[in-house]
């Protein structure tokens, strides 16, 4: 059976193309699923940052030195619920960190927060099937246009280009990486 990805789309390209959206010249492409854990999302930054596949290079704005690519934003958003003793839901939570380990750590905090557990009755639970991640990169091509990147869980947007071998220089890197097909 094909792969529908989100609700109300077409089936999922085995290809990684982009479709471009209206507006501001930018491009999406959804996964055919979500990455699997923050670990491998994080060495899929982590290697897009430090291997360049891109071929970005540095350069200077307003008195400052750039690196050929760098992380502009993150978040890392983890959802809980609480369970009574018979496992039905009597709340929930979502909690937002701006870095891996202020996500990792801050499961654990509320995870072990015992006031919290007792304030809602019952047992707290970790959905990291639910959890969202999302860094936004701001990378700088060597003819001079500067570009947005946007890897979350389950899309991939290269967005402000107008250089349309950008697009495809996105997606050539894209479908060497398994976990972004």
Not at 17 to 31: E, I, Q, V, W
Not at 73 to 95: C, H, P, Q, S, W
């Amino acid at each position: 059976m094909p792969d529908m990805g989100p609700p109300g789309r077409k089936p999922v390209n085995h290809m990684a193309k982009f479709k471009p959206r209206t507006g501001t010249k930018s491009a999406f492409h959804y996964l055919k699923q979500p990455v699997a854990d923050i670990g491998k999302f994080d060495r899929i930054v982590q290697s897009l940052i430090l291997g360049n596949p891109l071929g970005c290079t540095s350069y200077r704005s307003a008195r400052k030195n750039h690196p050929p690519i760098e992380k502009v934003r993150e978040m890392y958003t983890a959802k809980f619920v609480y369970l009574n003793d018979k496992k039905k839901r009597i709340g929930a939570a979502i909690e937002m960190y701006d870095s891996v380990g202020g996500y990792q750590t801050g499961i654990a905090a509320v995870i072990s927060n015992v006031a919290n557990n007792l304030s809602h009755r019952g047992a707290v639970k970790h959905l990291p099937d639910e959890d969202l991640f999302s860094v936004t990169i701001r990378c700088h091509d060597p003819d001079g246009e500067v570009y947005a990147l946007n890897l979350a869980r389950d899309r991939v947007t290269v967005s402000s280009y107008t250089d349309e071998g950008i697009k495809k220089k996105v997606e050539a890197w894209v479908d060497t990486v398994p976990e972004l097909g």
